[in-house]
């Protein structure tokens, strides 16, 4: 296409609310023929809330403030919906020293002079936490569509919390708008198999990668490019940034992090799954325009 497609198309998807940040991007879209879509936070609206909380000794409160305190540093969503959860029950949150957050699975800190962890199952388990006491909580509130971050306190299991997320409001229009545009979606997460199992079910996306780390996803794009398939990659947060720039177009969600939006090619000003579809529309009608 002629430059000056790009022109009208970028001055069009300004309109709409969509950042066409490389003209590549904005001419390949066309061809794209599989979309890989995050699940938290690009299909769901990305602000969990707590649902549940359960401690191995029954003291809920100590558990969820001890959690608190830990996750008080992180900027991840579950982390505010942990932090949020205890000053909603009025109860004051501890600081953290040596605070450090392994992206897509989880945050170590000092609470209270005591090593704490708190991420997905996998991520205790890999440090050396026994969970058969919690296994079957965690299969239960997993069972419930709910996303577990455990909880260990000097490398001893002290309880879970179970967390929802709800759906965006055209994430199922999004999904249906995709396959009558002939591009086929696969559903890429860091959260469990069942969580991610719920949400592809409720919008009709068979495919599903769950429980992949960020590395993972941008090794699932790459897969998805064999035969000279060109993929679109929708993510919005730090762990979707490999997998962004690996896409042949990728794109930052509504509300996406820095890290996300810096390594998009299209960004979504609007908080709706369904602009990737205008800004695919949008770069199609202008390369038709001039031909
Ligand atoms: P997604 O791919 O769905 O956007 P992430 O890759 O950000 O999710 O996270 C994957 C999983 O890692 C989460 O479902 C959660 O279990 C765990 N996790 C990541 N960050 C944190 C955190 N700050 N606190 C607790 N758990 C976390
Ligand atoms: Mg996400």
Redesign the pocket.
Known sequence: AAPLAIVRGTGAAADSGIVMRTGEAFQTFRLVRRIVL????TLTQGRPTVRAVEAVDGDTEALLEVAAGA?SP?E?P??RAVVTAARERGLRVPDAQEFH?V?????RATVHGQAVL???PA?LTDNGVDLTTVTARIDQQQAAGH???VIAVAGAVHGLIALGDQLRADAADAVARMRAAGLDPVLV????ERAARRVADELGITQVRAG?R?EGKAEIVRELQADNTRVAMVGD?I??APALMQADVGIAAGGGTDIAVESADIVLLRDEVTAALDAREISTRSYHRTR
Not at 103 to 107: A, D, H, L
Not at 189 to 192: A, H, Q
């Open positions: 995050d699940k938290t936070g996750e992180s991840h579950l982390a957050s992206t897509g699975s989880g945050v708190v991420g997905q991520f996303t577990v971050v997460t860091g959260d469990n992949v960020p947060g762990n979707d």
